[in-house]
């Protein structure tokens, strides 16, 4: 499956490194109860991070996909799943166009 990715790290690896750096994450959700290295497909929710509104880090588990800049109704409305881009295409097909 070509939109398949493992993740073999847990939170604190996250924490670690990002303190590191001078950053701290806030995580929004319970880690979940998930066996390490078990493969996340687009429609499992796995760990995210994005600014915060302070400026920091929120982590959470999410599903992944994305929707279009053109989409304009409730993301939560948004069926079609937007994962396999093509390089070649991406910067010329419009749903990717806007991302790229």
């Known amino acids: 499956m070509c939109n398949e990715y493992r993740l073999r790290v847990r939170r604190a690896d996250y924490d670690a490194a990002f303190q ?8 929004l959700d319970a880690e979940p109860n998930r066996p390490p290295d078990r493969p996340f ?6 760990p995210i991070l994005r600014q915060g509104a302070g400026g920091g880090l929120e982590g ?4 992944w ?18 994962t396999n881009a093509r390089i070649e295409t991406a910067a010329t097909t419009a749903s990717f166009r806007d991302a790229v």
């Open 60 to 63: 959470l588990e999410a599903r």
């Open 65 to 82: 996909w994305l929707v279009p800049g053109f989409y304009r109704g409730p993301l939560s409305d948004w069926k079609a799943m937007c």
């Open 20 to 27: 590191g750096a001078g950053l701290e994450i806030l995580w």
């Open 41 to 46: 497909r687009p429609t499992d929710r796995a």
